[in-house]
C-alpha cells in the first residue's frame, strides 16, 4: 500500500507515494536522495538523524514521512543560502568541531535549534542542548567551541 | 612559508559540513538489492533447521543463503591475521569462521541466513519469516571462567577454551624471588571491562559484480581497504585480486572497529555474482553491538614490588584475555604484543614478567579498539602506582618521578631497552608530569582537597603517565612475532604537467584529517600552496596498495612513505634543472617552490620543471619523462607517544555521582603538522577513556545475552557527562622517521582511563577503599559510600 505525502524540503515542494510504514528519515535519505542526514542506531538516542521540522529540531527516525505531511523540513543541504555557509557551519569548520563528519550535520541542525530561541548560550547550556546527538570522535569540546562562534557571529551581524 | 606546525583549517570539512559526504550506505547503484541477516538470538545453540521456504515466497525476495549453501560452495571463513604460539610452541587453535554458519552458532548475534531483496524493508520482513530450529547449549561469558574444568567449550578442538597461552620478560623464577622479596607489596584483582567501539556510522557494505568485464567492486566501511581486498581474494573467496577493486569512501568513525575483515564483506561480494545485481548490506545498531569487534576484556592480577625507597622492585601479571567465539582479524597480538610488550610502562621495573591465556568464549569476537592493549597495559600499571601510593602513604607524583627512566633523546643517547622486548625510541617523561602538574596547581589542589573534606566534599585527583607503542610497525619484526602481513605503508606522489601534486596514499583517513595534514607536509616540502596538493584514499584502483589506519600509525608510516616519494621528486626535478639553468644538479638548492643556482639569482620554477618533465624537448638525456613517483616505507622501529594526564573529581555522597571537574593531559606526540588536528585527536580519545572509566561496559547474563545492546541502555559519554580538556605538550621527536613524528590517534584513550578511576580512589580515601571495577557507576560509589 501507497499513500501520498506532501511535504516541503529545504524550501522545495514535494509529493510522493510513499509506504505508510516509511520513515522520515528514510524518505530524505531512500526518496528524495538528500544523504546528508544520516542514520546511527535504531533507538532514537544518537541523533544523526536531527532535521528541523517547522523550525523545532527533530531526530526524523522518529517520525513517520507521513506524519510530516503538510510541514516544512530543512536537512543540512538546505543550510547554505546562496553559496554562503551558515554560522554553525562556518563555526565547526574554523573551531575544528567534527572528525568524521557522521554526526556534523545531526550537532548543526540541533545547535540551530538552539540558538534559535537562545541566541547566546554559556557552556554549559549548550551541553545540555546537545546532550541528545552523540559524537564518538571529538570528545564535544571543540563542538561547544563551534556553536560559541556561531552565536557570537550571529549576535554580531 | 611554512605550513607544517600550524593549525591549517581541514580541506575535508566542506563536504560533511553541507552534507555531501558520501558514506557507504550513501551510495546508490543501478539495480541493486538488499541484504539482511539472519542472526541467532542464542549465544550457543545446535542449529537443527533452517526453513526458508515460506521466506522464499515473500515479495520482493530474490534470494535466501544459509550456512549450508555457503559450506557447499566452497567459501573459506574469514582469516586471522596474526599468529601467536603456544608457550610449548604448539600453534595457536584457529578455528574457522564461515561466512554463514551451518551447525552451531557460538554467540549472540551469529549470522545463519542471509535474505536479499528487491528493497531494504523486504529483505527485513523475509528474514522474520526464516525460521531456524535451535538446541539451546549452556554458554560461558568470561574468560577466566571459560578456562575451568567443565566450562562449554566455544571449539571441541580448543580444549578449556584456549586458543594459545603466552609468557613474556624475565625469568618467572626471577620475578616471584623479586616480588617475595620486596619491602611492599600492591596486588589488584581486576577485570578490564568489554566495550565497544560503537563508530556513529554504522558498517556497511555494497557488493557489485560485473558481468561484461568479471570485475567485482566492494564498497565498504573500512580502515583498511586492500588488507580487506587482499583477505577477501586470497583466503576467503579465492578470487582473482585484480579483478576486483575495494573502496572505502567516506567512513564515520572506526576506533579499531573498521580495520577487520568481516564476513558480510565477502558475502555480499561473492553473492552478488550469483544474482548478477548489487548487494546493499547496512547494520542495524543492535546488529553492530553483536558483530562489530568488541575491546578490552581482561580478568588480571597484577602485582607489584617495591623496596623500602619506593623504587619498583618487579612486576607480576596473570591475564586472562577474552577473545569472544571467532579470532577476529588481528585478536591474538591484542593482548600479547601490544599489550604484554608495554608493561614496562615509563618505570625503570627491573624484572617483569606476564603469563597470559588468550580464551575463547560464547561472546562477539574482540579485537583491537581505540589504543589496542596499551590502555590494558596502562590501566593496570597506572591503577598499581595510585594505589601503591596510598597504600605505602606516598604522593603519587612523586612515586612516579622517582620511578621514571632518565630522559633520552634517541640520537646522542640510545634508546632504552625494556624488559619487555621493546627499545623505545625516544623520550623525557620527568617533564610530561612536571608540566601537567604545574597545569593542575598541584599544591593549591591538596589544601583545597583537604579543606573540602572537611567541609564534608568528597575532592579526589588521579594520575596516569602513559607510553605506547605506535607507528605501527617494521615489518620483519612483527613478521617474527606472527603477523601474516607487512606493516608498511606506500605512497605515490604525482605532480602533474601543470605543477598540481595528486598523492595516493595507502593510509585511511575516516575522521583523523589525512587530506589536510598529509597536504601541509606536501605543499610545504615542494613550497607551494595547500590548494595545489590533493590526497587520494581509500580506493585500491587508484592507491597501489596500503595497509590503512590504525595503531596511529598514518603519519609516522604513511607520511614517511610521502617523504619518500617527495624527495625522488625534488632529486629527478633537480637533474632537469640542472639541464635548463646549464648547471650541475650539485649546485642547485630548492627552496620556496624553485631550484636556484647557489650563490646566484638563476632559478627556475617547480611549476615549469614539471610542465618540461612532460613536454621534454629541451631535457636532459638519459632522464625520462614525467614527474610521478611510488615510495613503500618500512619503519625501523615502533614510535613512544608518552604523557601525563591528570583528573580531578568530586563525588557526591547523596547519588554516589561522580562529576570529571578537570581533565589535564600533557601528550608528547612527538612533532606536530597540525595542532589542531592532534588536539582534537587527543580531545576524542580523552572522552573515549573516560567513557570506559565512568560509563561503558557491556552487560553479558550468564546464557551470552547482551543485555545493553542499543544505545538507550550502552552509555557513552554524551555532551554534558564531559568538561572542557586542558591539553598542552611536549615535543621530543622521533629520531627514526623523517618527520619525526609518533603519532597521536590513540594517546588520549590510553592516558585518561586510570587517571579517572584514580581520581575517584583517591576521593573516596576516607572510605578507605582502593579499588572499584570499571565502569565507576554512582550506584557502585554509592554502595562503598553506605558500607554495602
Redesign the interface.
Known sequence: MQVEVSLTVNGKLYKQNV?P?MLLVQFL?DEL???????????S??G?CTVLLDGKALKSCTMLAVQANGKSVK???G??ENGA?HPL?EG???E?G????????GM?MTAADLLSHNPSPN??E???A???????????????KSVQYAANKMQAS | MTLIGTSVKRVEDKRFITGKGRYTDDIVLPQMTFAYFVRSPYAHANIKSVDISSASEMDGVVKIYTGKDIAESGINGVPCGWQVDFKNGDTMKEPPHPLLVADKVRHAGDAVAVVIAETYAQAKDAAESVMVDYEVLPAVVNAKAATQEGAPLVHEDAPNNLCFDWELGNPKAEVDAAIEGSHHVTTLDFINQRVIPNAIEPRSAIGHFEGHNDRYTLYTTSQNPHLTRLLMCAFVLGIPEHKVRVVSPDVGGGFGSKIFHYIEEALVTWASKQIGRPIKWTAERSESFVTDAHGRDHVTKAEMGFDKDGKITALRVKTYANLGAYLSTFAPAVPTWLHGTLLQGLYTTPLIHIDLEAVFTHTTAVDAYRGAGRPEATYLLERLLDTAALEMGTDPAELRLKNFIQPFDGVTQEGYQTQVALQYDSGNYHEVLHKALKMVGYEDFRAEQKAARENGKLLGIGFSTYIEACGIAPSAVVGSLGARAGLYESAQVRVQPTGKVSVFTGAHSHGQGHETTFAQVVADKFGIPLEDVEIVHGDSESVAFGMGTYGSRSLAVGGSAIVKSIEKVLEKGAKIAAHKLECSAEDLEYAGGKWTVKGTDKSISFGDISLTAYVPHDYPTGVEPGLDFSSFYDPTNFTYPFGAHIAIVEVDKDTGKVTLKRFIAVDDVGNVINPMIVDGQIHGGVAQGIGQALFEGTIYDESGQLLNASYMDYVMPRADDLPNFEVDRTVTPCPHNPLGVKGAGEAGCIGATPAVVNAVMDALTPYGIHDIEMPVTSQKVWNVINGN
Open positions: 509506504e510504514r535519505r536522495r538528500l544523504t546528508g542526514t544520516h542514520i546511527g542506531c535504531d533507538t538516542s544518537c544523526a536537512t543540512i543541504e543550510m547554505a555557509l557551519q565547526f569548520h574554523q575544528h567534527l572528525q568524521c563528519g557522521f554526526c556534523t550535520p548543526i557552556e554549559h549548550i551541553r545540555e546537545l546532550e541528545g546527538n552523540f559524537c564518538r570522535c571529538t570528545g564535544y569540546h571543540n563542538i561547544v
